[in-house]
């Protein structure tokens, strides 16, 4: 027993009554990360989920240090503008560069915070219900384990598929789980100096990429579940395979919400 402990709050998924699971539906729609840009419902739509744009910019040609200057990254549909950047025997020199591109895609199920409205989301799904904040990471995990045992090697990049089997690849696959609220604030930012980007904050928000939404999206007040395919310790890209899943038993987790 925990003198002090901590507790998720309760989650709220905004659904369209024939996919509500408290009313009959039996499975549920995991979509990816990148499927989200090409969304048909208008307010669902996102075009540049897990995006983002770096711009360097300093007064004069400056010193940094490669530990900094090798955290700049995008892993997909990468391009960069390079203004200034020389090195001189082991020290790199930056004036200036952009770049910009995709993180790794990954499978996304989205709840929101809000148990009334949830912005653009509720205008398009008229019922809701509940998942406990108690039952929040236990959720997480069931959907987790219901994936994992769906991919196969049509999920999977071609070049990890090309020269294995799945069965060869399976040994050095995992799966991780990120349960984030969602930040709504500008894909892109704009670096003076080393100091006011210093590596670990340049790790945390490259980490935090996939949780980062236009402010036009606020009233969503979206909680996302974000599922990793991971190979030899690196989150890889999945192909845009959407899931449809089974869940039952699922209703241990969740409870109607009128």
């Not at 340049?202 to 999206?217: A, G, Y």
């Not at 192909?239 to 209703?251: C, H, Q, T």
Request: aromatic share 12%; proline share 4%; net charge negative.
């Amino acid at each position: 027993m925990k003198i002090f402990g901590t507790q998720r709050p309760n989650l709220y998924k905004f659904s369209a009554p024939e996919y509500d699971i408290t009313n009959g539906c039996n499975t549920i729609r995991i979509g990816t990360l990148w499927g989200f840009r090409k969304e048909e419902n208008d307010y669902l739509r996102d075009e540049g989920e897990g995006q983002f744009e770096y711009s360097v910019k300093f007064p004069k040609m400056t010193p940094v240090s490669k530990e900094w200057i090798s955290e700049f990254e995008v892993r997909a549909d990468a391009t960069s503008f390079v203004e200034g950047m020389i090195l001189k025997g082991d020290q790199v020199f930056v004036e200036g560069f952009k770049l910009a591109g995709s993180e790794v895609n990954g499978w996304v199920y989205c709840t929101s915070a809000s148990p009334s409205a949830a912005g653009n989301v509720s205008e398009a799904h008229s019922n809701k219900w509940i998942i406990n904040g108690e039952q929040v990471d236990s959720f997480g995990k069931y959907l987790a384990s219901l994936l994992w045992e769906s991919v196969d090697a049509s999920d999977l990049p071609s070049q990890l598929t090309e020269q294995r089997s799945l069965q060869q690849l399976s040994r050095e696959l995992s799966m991780q789980i990120e349960i984030k609220p969602v930040s709504y604030e500008d894909r892109r930012i704009e670096i003076g100096s080393e100091l006011e980007f210093p590596v670990q904050k340049l790790r945390e928000l490259k980490n935090h990429i996939p949780f980062i939404k236009p402010k036009k999206f606020k009233s969503e007040q979206e909680v996302r579940f974000a599922f990793w395919l991971v190979h030899n310790d690196r989150k890889i890209s999945i192909n845009d395979n959407a899931k449809i899943i089974s869940l039952r038993p699922i209703d241990r987790f969740i409870g109607a919400f009128k």
